[in-house]
C-alpha cells in the first residue's frame, strides 16, 4: 500500500517560513519524481515544485526565489522549504509522486496558513 504522509504546515505570519516534509512508503522511492502540489481556497491545484529522480528541480514561477524543493532518498523524503510566505501562498499542499505515465499517488494535504 502506497502512503505519501505531509506534516510541517501551519499558522505562519506573512514574511515567515515553514517546511513541509512528505515520507513515502510502498514505493521505491528513488525512482520516483516527487512534488508539491497546492489548492487554495476558490482556486484549482497548481503545482508548486517539482523533483525528478535525478534529483532536477523545476517550479512554478509564483514560488522562484523564494521556496526550494529537496529530496533524501535515504529516509524516503520530500521536502519543501518555504520562505517569504504571504497571503497568497495560503492553501493546501500536497505532496505527489510519479513514474511513469499511470504511477501517480498523493498525499491527504497539509494546511498552511499565512496570516497576521
Known amino acids: 500500500q502506497v502512503q505519501l504522509v505531509e506534516s510541517g504546515g501551519g499558522l505562519v505570519r506573512p514574511g515567515g517560513s515553514l517546511r513541509l516534509s512528505c515520507v513515502a512508503s510502498?514505493?521505491?522511492?528513488?525512482?520516483?519524481?516527487m512534488g508539491w502540489y497546492r489548492r487554495a481556497p476558490g482556486k484549482q491545484r497548481e503545482m508548486v515544485a517539482q523533483?525528478?529522480?535525478?534529483?532536477?528541480?523545476d517550479y512554478a514561477d509564483f514560488v522562484k526565489g523564494r521556496f526550494t524543493i529537496s529530496r533524501d532518498n535515504a529516509k524516503n523524503t520530500v521536502y519543501l522549504q518555504m520562505n517569504s510566505l504571504d497571503s497568497e501562498d495560503t492553501a493546501v499542499y500536497y505532496c505527489?509522486?510519479?513514474?511513469?505515465?499511470?504511477?501517480?499517488?498523493w498525499g491527504q494535504g497539509t494546511q498552511v496558513t499565512v496570516s497576521s
Open positions: 510502498g514505493i521505491i522511492f528513488s525512482r520516483y519524481s
Open positions: 523533483i525528478t529522480d535525478g534529483g532536477s528541480a
Open positions: 505527489h509522486a510519479k513514474r511513469f505515465l499511470t504511477l501517480i499517488y
